[in-house]
């Protein structure tokens, strides 16, 4: 099955300053890469994502990256705010009829003032 | 719109008691729903996908008679935890599957079910 591996695990930016976090697959036949920011005790809220025939696409602030040939993904944050602090997590899927998300384990991002 | 909830949103039961938790898509039809179970500080895992008017299926690890999914309606799926013990003390979140024509479909997300076995 898949196997989705995030990094870094936590990430302590400055406010206005950028973050990064990047994740890694392992299913080739993945297609759909969404990114999901969780405030603690919440849902998880689609933030952006990614299909596998675009290799970059931008909302506002965040922006994703795809790299398919190596299997991974990233997503970025400009001029970071204090309400970005939250865990983030990527996910992968086949799409189609299964469209089972696997998961990542999660950035917790923290902007400080 | 694409609003799910879920009820409860926090439940404290005894050991060796059974718990139902309940997901419903409010303002479209969901032909598949999913369930996952999130420990503090982890990420989501999936345990089962739930579909209308058929047997769920459960992810490799995750016991079928403990954990009773039943998909009854397009707009309502149930999660019976049969027989807690502490250690199912979990945050329970369920999602439901827009079915937009496309071969994408995003996946939108309950409020979350926090179970506190005793």
């Known amino acids: 099955g898949e196997n989705v591996e995030q990094h870094p695990s936590t990430l302590s930016v400055q406010e206005g300053d950028s973050a990064v976090i990047k994740c890694t697959y392992s299913?080739?036949?993945?297609?759909?890469f969404p990114w999901y920011k969780q405030e603690l005790g919440k849902r998880p809220q689609l933030i952006i994502d990614?299909?596998?025939?675009?290799g970059e696409k931008k909302d506002q602030r965040i922006a994703v990256t795809l790299n398919k040939t190596a299997k991974h993904f990233s997503l970025h944050i400009t001029e970071t705010q204090p309400e970005d602090s939250a865990v983030y997590f990527c996910?992968?899927?086949?799409?189609?009829?299964?469209?089972?998300?696997?998961f990542g384990t999660g950035t917790r991002l923290q902007v400080t003032l | 719109g694409a609003v799910v909830s879920q009820h409860p949103s926090w439940v404290i039961c005894k050991s060796g008691t059974s718990v139902k938790i309940e997901c419903r898509s409010l303002?479209?039809?969901?032909?598949?729903m999913f369930w996952y179970r999130q420990f503090p500080k982890q990420s989501l895992m999936l345990m089962a996908t739930?579909?209308?008017?058929?047997?769920?299926?459960?992810e490799q690890g995750v016991e079928k008679d403990k954990f009773l999914i039943n998909h009854a309606s397009l707009t309502l799926s149930t999660l019976t935890v049969t027989s807690a013990h502490p250690e199912d003390s979990s945050f329970y979140i369920c999602?439901?599957?827009?079915?937009?024509?496309?071969?994408?479909?995003?996946?939108?997300f309950g409020p979350g079910t926090r179970l506190t076995v005793t």
């Open positions: 299913d080739s036949a993945s297609n759909y």
């Open positions: 990614i299909r596998s025939n675009v």
């Open positions: 996910a992968a899927s086949r799409g189609g009829t299964a469209s089972k998300l696997t």
């Open positions: 739930s579909n209308e008017g058929s047997k769920a299926t459960y």
């Open positions: 303002d479209f039809q969901a032909t598949t």
């Open positions: 999602s439901a599957r827009k079915p937009i024509p496309t071969i994408f479909y995003e996946q939108y």
